[in-house]
């Protein structure tokens, strides 16, 4: 997730994405161009392609047997096998354990760098760093225990390189006066994360609503909705919004008591992304090259 904006309301703060548009692929038959990712010639700073297309990977802290060892492989499998039937014609993407043999437990050789370590448990939700880093620098993706193939398929895509769909700053509005219009399709309310009562007696509430980088500076997790502004040296972005991304949020993402965080304009909900999208599927494409 990642913080941004949000505002003005007593009990919740309103705000909304543009409406979507969609471009013809071009060098991807049926796709559309749609997408939020790292830069494909691997000239940003914020993560990378991973080195010719393949991303090994490892089990961390779930021993090689029982339960959790076989819940957590056995949800690894099924999400990349989400993204495998959708980009294997048109990408060279491999996702592949780390060792040929035996059980994909980490090990001391899986610690330069250079494999996914694949966490699951504890309270930390789920969560994976974007694209590959570099030798010697650590690549997590952590499952929490309630974690299903698509939410897992979602993480991966951050691994491969893909941000939110939901974060585009093209997919925000803003009036003149720095508040949010009720005119387009989506209606953002940050009262209903799951810890923003922990925060609402804070002056400057309404700015971790609306802000980015205010929030985040919080460690609110109105930063995991919120619009942030890329710079074009590491990202590759487009002003379309892909409503079925799997990068996109459920509306229930991250509430409390299930309530909505953001609905549609006319109140209806947004359901979760159960597999990859013509536009996931092409920003991969873009990125591993068949």
Request: proline share 6%; with cysteine; glycine share 8%.
């Amino acid at each position: 997730m990642t913080l941004k904006y949000g505002v003005v309301a007593a009990l919740f703060l309103m705000q909304t994405l543009a409406s979507p548009g969609i471009k013809p692929a071009g060098d991807v038959p049926n796709l559309s161009k749609r997408y939020f990712m790292i830069k494909p010639d691997g000239s940003g700073t914020k993560g990378k392609p991973w080195p010719e297309a393949k991303v090994q990977w490892c089990l961390d802290g779930v021993g090689s047997e029982g339960d959790e060892y076989e819940k957590l492989l056995q949800l690894v499998k099924d999400s990349w096998k989400l993204w495998q039937d959708a980009v294997a014609p048109y990408s060279s993407l491999q996702f592949e354990p780390s060792k040929s043999h035996g059980k994909p437990v980490c090990d001391d050789k899986d610690k330069d760098g250079e494999v996914l370590h694949i966490e699951f448990g504890g309270e930390q939700g789920s969560w994976a760093d974007l694209g590959y880093a570099g030798k010697g620098q650590e690549h997590v993706l952590h499952l929490s225990p309630t974690a299903t193939a698509a939410l897992c398929a979602h993480e991966l895509g951050h691994v491969f390189g893909l941000e939110h769909e939901h974060q585009k700053p093209a997919a925000w509005q803003e009036d003149s006066d720095e508040s949010y219009s009720d005119t387009f399709p989506f209606r953002f309310y940050c009262a209903n994360l799951a810890d923003y009562d922990a925060l609402k007696d804070r002056s400057d509430i309404a700015d971790l609503c609306k802000d980015y980088n205010a929030a985040t500076a919080a460690g609110f997790s109105a930063a995991n909705w919120l619009p942030f502004r890329p710079s074009p040296r590491n990202y590759e972005i487009d002003a379309f919004v892909d409503l079925d991304s799997i990068m996109m949020y459920s509306s229930t993402s991250g509430s409390k008591n299930g309530k909505p965080v953001y609905l549609k304009q006319d109140e209806s909900e947004i359901s979760e992304n159960e597999k990859p999208s013509m536009g996931d599927i092409r920003a991969i494409a873009r990125l591993y090259p068949k």
